[in-house]
């Protein structure tokens, strides 16, 4: 398949160009416009980034493989993080990693037959004051999961309706 | 001039200096991977760890302040510090592992996480035996180690370019390689990919890692992981002979190293001169040690009813004696070559001078477009200059094939002029070529009689390089009647000096039969009634031409060994009488 940038993908990338005094530097955010536009950032979309930004094609690889955030390969539709580091693990991550298994079919690692969900196991996402937890697609947290609340989730994706940004209050100590 | 204290000892220095690099320059040593003194210093693989300190001034008089007992107070930095990034200033202490147990530890912990997932397996690693990984682990590294879990497993034996191999699991990342790629050879062909444990250097997709500088990044890669496609697994380090040498496949003069085992050339490597080629060498100059073992012509070969067959020394000579006593002195024509060495072509110029046939000719062997402005140049052999500066007169090709033509008796020295079609087969028919030749090609295939003369890595011999710079070679391989003992040019080697003829180690096999081109004209000299023309090596012939030559006055074999090679005044011109 041939890759290409469209105008206003152009102009963005120009715009990110213009924002720093090296080009090298807007690699990244390059990186994410490309990904935004195909979905991944594989070989080809690797190779693409580097010539729009006149880069070697070594370095923007190199990038694009440091960051976990950058999809080398084609995923779903909605990536699933579901994190199993320990506070989530001891609050039920596993639990809440199997049922998604079982709902969606596939083991944590795959992508659904109808391309619509990847399931990922991951290590901490820092929210582990809310554990266990899920990513979204490099996105939304949705928090304090319960096996029931992520059947839901995947039956609301499915319809096509997404979790609202969410803002939990952590206790603190009262001052007296 | 300002101080810097090292270990307790005073040292001066000036301008910017970097801290890992002065300690080195002053003999003392800090283990160090990542570093390397012509790249830039990321400081990435934290083994060059040191106590630094500053001493304390006061702000208002700006003198230095000092503790009850009058000696300067020391701020030190809150941590230890990377040396090979670490600017030194005025006044600065450093305790490097010498006098520090801080130092010594952290160094020793360093090496326990940078051995976390290696192989360790020196045993059956190219690198063994000039690691830097395994010597300063040696030297500094912990005696085990306390992760006792599985190691982290990555790609092995990876072709990252035609003449590069990679092994994911023995490298530690440090980047060299990138960098050499980013900085030196600017090809950018490395990067470095994924993160944490899983992490190693690779091209990107679907490319190749064919830079024409690639095997410098096995060089200075400082373990095992990339190795030479052509060299792995043919020699361990310790078996073999190093001698320093020059470069003979373009006219930049690089500075190589030979490796020698039992009289073979098993592979090449730069060696480090600031002035020409710095640490850094061609692809092209290494794959140059085949002409160094292969197809060589051995013994004299002449041609009967158009077939060349082996013939003897004492036959050869008389063959040249008859032949060229048989023809007027003007149809005979010498052609100097500069593939061959100052030395070489002054004593053909000198013979001919002695028995009064014209001058040498010689014509240079470029090819537009070969030169890259760093260490390849367009032209292809290592002393057309030299030629030049011995007054030889230079003749396109067409002048030089006319004269070959003309000529009844031809005497060529080392210079395959047919297969680089200056001259044709046809041309040569009802001329006697006698070519003195190191290797077999279809040049000596056309000529009447081939001699057989050493190569650079048999004899020392200087060679001028595109820049008027003259430097020297070493012989690092026997033949046939050069015993390594008996010369003190040569090295030896533990096998040289422990093999004997009823050992597999060492073979006669690998000695070529032919003699230095000075021995071969002398005999030939001898041969043909001239008396006094006796040389027995290089260095004498040298001596001889500085003290009779404008352009080389002053040049001594022992002034470019001092030197690493001397540049001559080019204005100077040698005037023949
Ligand atoms: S391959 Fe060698 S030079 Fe390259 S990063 Fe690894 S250890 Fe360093
Ligand atoms: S040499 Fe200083 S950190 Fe690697």
Redesign the pocket.
Known sequence: MKYEFTEDDLQEIEKIKAKYPEVKAATLPALWVAQNRFGHVNSDVQKLVAETLELPEAHVHGVATFYTQYYKEEKGKFVLDVCTCLSCQLCGGYDVLERAEEKLGIKAGETTDDGMFTLNEVECLGACGYAPMLQITNDKYVNNLTPEKIESLIEDLKAGKTPEYEQIEMPLRKVK | MPEVFIDGKRFEYEGEQRL?QFIQDQGMEVP????HPSLS?P??????LVKVGQPVKDRETGEYELDENGERVIRWFPKLQ????TMISDGMVVHTQETDDLVKRAQKDTLEFILINHPLDCPICDQAGECPLQIQTYKYGPEGSRFEVKKVHKPKRIQLGPRVILDAERCIN?TRCVRFTDEVSKTHQLTITSRGDKNYPITAPDREFDDAYSLNTVDICPVGALTSADFRFKARVWEMNQTPSIDITNAKGTNIDIWTRDNLVLRITPRYNEAVNDHWMPDEGREAYRLFNENRVSRPHQKIDNEQVKSSWNNAFATVAEQLEGVDKKDVLLIGSSHASVEENYILSKLSSLLGYNEPVFTSHTEKGKGDGFLLTDDLAPNANGCRLLGFNEVDNSKLSGLAEKAKVVLLLNDNLVDREVLSEDQLNNTFVVSFSTNHSQTSKTADLVIPITCIAEHAASYVNIDGRIQRSFPAKETKYTNRRLDFEMNEGRLDRYGTNFDNWVTEENKVDCLPFWIVASKLADQLGVDGFDYGNGREIMEEISSTLAPFEGVSYARMDEESGIVLDQEKTTVKS
């Open positions: 890992l160090f991977f990542c570093y210093a400081a990435n693989c934290r083994q060059c990377t040396s090979c990034n440090c």
